[in-house]
């Protein structure tokens, strides 16, 4: 494109005669919710509990055999403590409760009695967000062995059947009044929260903002939930909603597996990776593999899709995923943040050394060598919204030292 031709577009975007998609890069985000956009597992970096609870569903066994502790069975049915449904936290759930649970009928697990968390925003839950299907219950102990869980069921518990009900914005009013009650010990944000709230901040200007998620909420839940919290303060108060895309198919079964990510994620992903590169003056600069090139700075801005995402399953399929978008279309770029927990961070394929937190989550796809690199400095300072000295300073140190050693 040359640079008078350059000229005349930005004369026509500044005359309202050409909209920005059509000559200039665009930026789609792809967020997910549980677990990267909000906090609902594990310790964060600054030492605070998960203010957000995403609850998943347990279901009773109810087929016995002679294996099974027939006596302890009867007797706490009797008692009341062990109800056909058990709401736990996804936090209990991979901190205390997977590894004793049973896996299926007839294959019970620790029947030992075991403590739940107690709720600092007790009475938000149960007057807002326990009530809205009083066949789920929650008690302060359960009997782990006797319960497996259930991905249908939880879909159903975090499924919005009409616009009465609003699962977001339930699980949001309990998630402030824990960090309210309790804020140096509670967070509810997740550590993609910053860039979703740049993201919404610049959808105004042409950047497009998805939420890719397990759940299925309405789209008013959507609406209402973005507006609580933009007048709450913690986005912008004239932040658009989102667009959903649900990636549980109808009867729930798929919900937080893998098969989930494979079908609806990926199909997603490359829908808005195809639909931009055959868009209208579509820049056709490749990604530079070269970091002494890059220094210099791109000529011409790639189209760019971001995902954000926290489950390390999701985030291997996403990785072979985006290796082959790369290839077959090399004029977008294509970034994936990992969200996860450090420690897992650390056991995956983003793990690169000695770097910055902030580095050390980007991963971005090419076609050229092993078809992903960490980002260059001014890219990532690009992704980040901000200067990140220390990252580019141990990105140049470890780049000089790879020099020396191949010299």
């Known amino acids: 494109m040359t640079s008078k031709l350059k000229s005349l577009m930005k004369t026509a975007l500044l005359l309202g005669l050409l909209s920005p998609k059509d000559g200039y890069a665009a930026r789609i985000h792809f967020f997910d919710i549980d677990g990267t956009l909000v906090h609902d ?15 998943w569903v347990l279901v009773r066994m109810n087929h016995l055999n002679n294996a099974w502790p027939m006596d302890q069975f009867k007797r706490l049915e009797e008692q009341g403590a062990l109800p056909p449904f058990f709401l736990v936290t996804r936090h209990e759930l991979d901190e205390l409760l997977l590894s004793h649970l049973g896996t299926r009928e007839e294959r019970p697990g620790n029947t030992a009695p075991m403590k739940l968390f ?21 008690m302060s102990h359960i009997y782990p062995g006797f319960y497996y869980i259930s991905p249908s ?54 950047e497009k903002v998805f939420l890719l998620t397990d759940r299925n909420p309405s789209k008013k839940s959507v609406q209402k939930w973005i507006k609580k919290m933009g007048k709450d303060g913690h986005i912008s108060s004239s932040a658009e909603a989102p667009k959903l895309i649900s990636t549980t198919s109808i009867d729930g079964r798929n919900f937080g597996s893998l098969q989930s990510f494979s079908s609806r994620k990926a199909l997603a992903l490359a829908e808005k990776v195809a639909e931009l590169s055959r868009s209208p003056m579509t820049p056709h600069k490749t990604l530079s593999p070269d970091y002494n090139e890059a220094l210099i700075g791109l000529k011409r801005d790639l189209h760019e899709v971001i995902f954000y995402e926290n489950n390390p399953d999701y985030i291997r399929a996403a990785i072979l995923e985006m290796k082959k978008l790369a290839v077959k279309f090399p004029n977008v770029k294509l970034v994936l943040f990992h969200a996860g927990k450090e420690d897992h961070v650390a056991h995956s394929e983003f793990n690169q050394g000695p770097t910055s937190d902030s580095l050390n989550r980007w991963l971005i796809f090419s076609s ?40």
């Open 41 to 55: 597992s594990g310790i964060n970096s600054k030492g605070q509990l998960p203010g957000w609870w995403s609850y």
């Open 118 to 138: 107690s709720d600092p925003a007790d009475e938000v839950s149960k007057n807002k967000v326990l009530r809205r299907d009083r066949t789920f219950k929650r």
């Open 153 to 206: 069921q939880t879909f159903r518990f975090h499924q919005d059947l009409d616009d009465s009900e609003n699962s977001l914005l339930t699980s949001y009013l309990a998630a402030i009044e824990r960090v309210r009650n309790k804020p140096k010990k509670y967070e509810w944000k997740g550590i993609a929260f910053p860039h979703f709230k740049r993201a919404l901040a610049k959808s105004k200007s042409g």
């Open 368 to 407: 050229q060598g092993k078809g992903w690199r960490r980002p260059f400095p001014k890219e990532l300072e690009k992704l980040e919204g901000k200067k990140s000295g220390k990252a580019c300073d141990s990105y140049l140190s470890r780049s000089s030292h790879k020099s020396k050693g191949n010299s």
